[in-house]
T-cell receptor
Framework: GENVEQHPSTLSVQEGDSAVIKCTYSDSASNYFPWYKQELGKRPQLIIDIRSNVGEKKDQRIAVTLNKTAKHFSLHITETQPEDSAVYFCAAPFYRRGTASKLTFGTGTRLQVTL | KAGVTQTPRYLIKTRGQQVTLSCSPISGHRSVSWYQQTPGQGLQFLFEYFSETQRNKGNFPGRFSGRQFSNSRSEMNVSTLELGDSALYLC????????????FGPGTRLTVL
């Protein structure tokens, strides 16, 4: 299959708290897992990605963890700030006949950081 | 490097009409993917082009079609527009594969009346 499930669909946290968004994928051949951030009225932009040869990757306040056995990966944002408010999308490549030719996106998580 | 550009940015059409949207990828990028974005549905994959060939297609009716030119610019066409086609249409370019980093354009907002 080519499903990517993403939870939760909405998330509200107070400034300074942590936020966690989780995704599961179905294609065991998937080996690349990007996360995109889309601010209101703007285009999605890549914020972090991870490949299957590592279990965790960090970039300042954001980190992504990957569990290939369970086929799930998560985005962690620490010390959240109002500018983190946006919709976040996870994605995974879908393989057909041994070739990855498209990214399948999750349905998105609307993160609201309140003061 | 200039980013991905899309034209037009906004379109208003009526049911039954057809529409053509254009996408210019980042220079050197050969893969162009198209997505439909509607509230609550996330990013739905339409198709991907590479070297003027459609490599993959999503689950959309045949009214949705596309093509890519030798300079990697891509167009998508929607014929016999329906109200449900109202959406933001995003294109994204990447170097060679859809699983390389994808750079999105600003989108074309299509409204069907």
């Amino acid at each position: 299959g080519e499903n990517v499930e993403q939870h939760p669909s909405t998330l509200s946290v107070q400034e300074g708290d942590s936020a966690v968004i989780k995704c599961t994928y179905s294609d065991s051949a998937s080996n690349y897992f990007p996360w995109y951030k889309q601010e209101l009225g703007k285009r999605p932009q890549l914020i972090i990605d991870i490949r299957s040869n590592v279990g965790e990757k960090k970039d300042q306040r954001i980190a992504v963890t990957l569990n290939k056995t369970a086929k799930h990966f998560s985005l962690h944002i620490t010390e959240t700030q109002p500018e983190d408010s946006a919709v976040y999308f996870c994605a995974a490549p879908f393989y057909r006949r041994g070739t990855a030719s498209k990214l399948t996106f999750g349905t998105g998580t609307r993160l609201q950081v309140t003061l | 490097k200039a980013g991905v550009t899309q034209t037009p940015r906004y379109l208003i059409k009526t049911r039954g009409q057809q529409v053509t949207l254009s996408c210019s990828p980042i220079s050197g990028h050969r893969s162009v993917s198209w997505y439909q974005q509607t509230p609550g549905q996330g990013l739905q994959f339409l198709f991907e082009y590479f070297s003027e060939t459609q490599r993959n297609k999503g689950n959309f009716p045949g009214r949705f079609s596309g093509r890519q030119f030798s300079n990697s610019r891509s167009e998508m066409n929607v014929s016999t527009l329906e109200l449900g086609d109202s959406a933001l249409y995003l294109c994204a370019s990447s170097l060679e594969r859809a699983y390389n980093e994808q750079f999105f354009g600003p989108g074309t907002r299509l409204t069907v009346l």
